[in-house]
């Protein structure tokens, strides 16, 4: 087994690929596939921190729209990532892998709420840490959550597991001679107005100095591969 590059790491998983393709709901085949490699990396010895998003359930802002209070829309979405965190710790737990789901919001009947220093204690012995609700606050995204995280817990890498294979300097379905970048710089994502997370979170990495790698989920071995140091995606830093 190739020896990692990291030792803790921080990955976001969005809601809409714990769907699969249905786009809604949970496909628990893929998220079995996902376990799977999540297990590999913590045999490993990496240390594995996940962020998740709801969008698979509910998005605030675009789901509700202009027919509730953003802040509400986005409540709702905060819980859209909680029980997708659950979903997630009882496949890893029926995979044999210990987890703890830590949530922003309140809700000990199902979780731990966000402590920093217990979550580092738990992945320190090995444990799978899923941070659940995001930030914890309306009108900050779950991408922003999986760099704060990363942040707080000193993550080296955060690991953003997309529906694209990296960075292009177009939308590759709408522009077919699109570049695919191997490498970018914060200032050039924020520049170029890139999709690869909202501005605060890349804001928030470039003042932070944490790379972001981001890669295609389609392949789940990519999560690996990722963790060892192969070149794949695109690694926003510097």
């Known amino acids: 087994m190739a020896q990692p590059k990291y030792k803790r790491v921080l990955l976001k ?8 393709d249905a786009s809604k709901g949970l496909d628990f085949q893929v998220i079995g596939e996902v376990c799977d490699v999540v297990k590999k990396c913590v045999e490993s010895g990496v240390q594995v921190g996940i962020v998740v998003g709801g969008g698979n359930f509910w998005r605030g802002m675009k789901d ?17 990532t909680a029980i997708n ?21 309140e809700m000990r009947s199902l979780a731990e709420p966000y402590i920093r220093s217990r979550a580092i204690r738990h992945l320190e012995k090995g444990r799978v840490v899923i941070f659940g609700c995001g930030t914890g606050n309306p009108f900050f995204s779950t ?10 817990i000193d993550a080296e890498v955060i690991l953003l597991a997309k529906n ?17 970048y191997d490498s970018i710089s914060y200032a050039d994502v924020l520049a170029q107005r890139l999709q690869v997370m909202d501005s605060t979170a890349t804001s928030l990495s470039m003042d932070n100095k944490i790379p972001v790698l981001l890669f295609a989920l389609k392949d789940r071995e990519n999560i690996y591969r990722a963790v060892v140091g192969e070149k794949i995606g695109t690694i926003v830093e510097g």
């Open 13 to 20: 998983v969005s809601g809409e690929a714990l769907a699969g």
């Open 143 to 152: 991408d922003t959550a999986a760099v704060l995280r990363a942040a707080e």
């Open 85 to 105: 965190a659950l979903a997630l710790a009882d496949v890893l737990e029926q995979k044999g892998v210990e987890v703890r789901v830590q949530t922003a919001v």
């Open 64 to 80: 509700g729209g202009d027919k509730m209070v953003r802040v509400r829309a986005d409540h709702m979405g905060m819980l859209a």
């Open 164 to 180: 694209i294979d990296g960075v292009y300097s177009a939308d590759p379905k709408k522009v077919p001679d699109a570049v695919k």
